[in-house]
């Protein structure tokens, strides 16, 4: 998997990512997903807090999108004070026509599926190269590390060629934000994700899988910057 830069400048991702936040409105509790395109989510609700006086609270899915929310002087809550979010907003790897969707290309699509599940509204920010007819990406499962060797062999069972995902500036596997290891798995292409999504569920040591059912609206920045809007 190539190295994630959330710093790298995208005129598409940056025109998908403001455009979202403009749906935020005062007094809403936001869920603030992971990953470089929503980053700029998460620098322009900023900077509505601090020249429109925009007044949110932010829950965040990752160490990375807590960092990002606290530089950009977001207040933060939790899903145990504020069980019931107003909207979420996060990125995708990728999404396919129905809105089915593929995350986790950050590790972080566990608490970004909690988070989202928590949300009346689910909105995600990609750039054009995320969208596809099916979806025909590897699934990242977040398995716990005492049954990856049990879930290795379920999920070849169910056709899938599973990949254990190397940390790149360590040694060994990359550990999640819950302390688990990823499996990035190989499915071909995913007729059915809804069933999919299923049989994976029913792994046991399978923590969560990044295939998400449960998008509401698509924002798709393109090359000259305009964006389109795509709603279930
Ligand atoms: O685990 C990470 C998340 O699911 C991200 O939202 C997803 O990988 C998209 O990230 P990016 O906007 O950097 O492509």
Known sequence: MAVRNISTDSPEKRAAGVAASRIVESRMVVGLGTGSTVAYTIKELGRRIREEGLEILGVVTSYQSEMLAIEAGIPLTTLAQHPE???????????????????????????????????????????????????????????????????VKKIKELGGKPELRSA???????????????????????????????????????????????VDELYIGKKDESVEIIRR
């Open 85 to 151: 979010l107003d909207i979420a907003i996060d990125g995708v790897d990728q999404i396919d026509s129905r809105l089915y969707a593929i995350k986790g290309g950050g590790a972080a699509h566990t608490r970004e599926k909690i988070v989202s599940s928590s949300s009346k509204r689910f909105v995600v920010v990609a750039d054009e190269s995320k969208t596809s007819k099916q979806l025909d990406k590897t699934v990242p499962i977040e398995v716990l590390p005492f049954a990856k060797t049990l879930v």
């Open 168 to 214: 790149l500036r360590k040694d060994g596997p990359v550990i999640t934000d819950n302390g688990n290891f990823i499996l990035d798995v190989d499915f071909g292409v995913i007729n059915d994700p809804e069933n999919l999504a299923l049989q994976l569920s029913s792994i046991p040591g399978v923590v969560e899988h990044g295939i998400f059912s449960n």
